[in-house]
């Protein structure tokens, strides 16, 4: 190979061509660079094989942390929203001793600012909810047997069993409901039930009053039909009350059974009389119906005027949360003590 001056061009004996300086010269350069840039290259490659790595194994862990993260924050905020939802519900039942303690001990009726039906009300971004029952206006079932646990209260037990008739129950069940009460193992009447009944089932009989009234469902031939469906848990409690009923707020199928000779005719009576005035005295019961001194003398120990006990039911909702308090009351005068409380 040899470079002619004369015609600027490159001449290779070999293979007798001849290339023109200016194009060999191009080449060469390309070469060089071509062959300078490739490492440049391959590093760039390198560092961005690690840079996608890093990412990829970084991007799991910062989804975790952020889920973690949301979680703890739900978590905070459901904590706070039960915490302000029950302090609610429990300035209802405080906000319903202020009611009773402001009523007039003397009479209780369906007038009274207690026995209103108190519609929801806002209160900050939830809705505050109070019921207050009058305990006193039914049957109390502890009754069934006197305090010493073994005599049957006669009284009570007609008054319970002429109610679930009533309502289309079976009047037997209040043979196993006095079995759960006595503290004797006979079974009483024909349908009564002991601890040979229950120990299949896996408890025995209480021997005992009962503390609430879900307790019924333990009992033989106590079920939803007859507690719910025909409404026999609105008539009677286990509150510890005296056992004598209020005229102004029982419902009318108590009043017709707190005397046999207490027809359903006069327990019309009392109920139209009182939707027009309330009883304020024990004797205008007797004056507004019309009885005989005789029969007003039969039901006297058995009715009264005036409660001293409440049930207070609180339900305060905020957003997803709903609290509950149940809280039983009694009324001393102008004194409001709380029985029992229960949260939920």
């Excluded at 303690?101 to 806002?122: C, E, L, Q, R, V």
């Excluded at 031939?221 to 029982?250: C, E, M, S, W």
């Excluded at 609180?314 to 229960?342: E, P």
């Amino acid at each position: 190979m040899r470079y002619n001056l004369k015609t600027s061009k490159i001449q290779d004996s070999r293979f007798k061509v001849e290339v023109p300086l200016a194009e060999f010269n191009s080449k060469l350069r390309t070469q060089h660079s071509t062959r300078s840039s490739c490492p440049a290259n391959n590093e760039g490659g390198f560092v961005l094989i690690i840079v996608m790595l890093v990412i990829a194994l970084l991007f799991p862990i910062v989804l975790t942390f952020n889920a973690r993260t949301q979680v703890n924050f739900l978590q905070a905020v459901n904590f706070r929203d039960n915490v302000q939802a029950l302090r609610l519900a429990r300035s209802g039942v405080e906000g319903a001793m202020g009611i009773l303690k402001m009523d007039s001990p003397a009479y209780d009726a369906k007038t009274d600012t207690w026995a209103m039906a108190f519609p929801a009300i806002g209160v900050g971004d939830g809705k505050l909810s109070i019921n207050i029952v009058d305990e006193d206006s039914k049957i109390n079932i502890n009754q069934l047997v006197d305090s010493n646990g073994i005599n049957v209260n006669v009284y009570a037990e007609s008054s319970l069993r002429k109610l679930i008739t009533g309502l289309g129950g079976k009047q037997e069940v209040v043979d196993a409901l006095i079995d759960w009460i006595d503290t004797n193992n006979e079974p009483f009447g024909g349908q009564g039930a002991e601890d040979e009944y229950y120990k299949p089932r896996g408890y025995n009989t209480k021997n005992g009053p009962f503390d609430s009234l879900d307790e019924l469902y333990l009992v033989r031939g106590f079920d939803k039909d007859l507690l719910v469906d025909k409404n026999l848990k609105d008539y009677i409690t286990v509150a510890p009350t005296d056992g004598k009923i209020n005229v102004n707020t029982a419902k009318i199928e108590v009043l017709y059974n707190i005397h046999d000779e207490l027809r359903e005719g006069l327990a019309r009576e009392i109920v139209r009389y009182r939707d027009e005035k309330e009883f304020r005295n024990i004797v205008d019961v007797k004056n507004a119906i019309g009885i005989t001194d005789n029969l007003y003398a039969k039901i006297l120990p058995y009715i009264k005027v005036n409660s001293t006990l409440f049930a207070v039911h609180s339900k305060y909702t905020l957003y997803k949360v709903t609290k509950n308090v149940d809280a039983l009351l009694r009324r001393d005068g102008k004194t409001i003590s709380i029985i029992s409380w229960r949260e939920y």
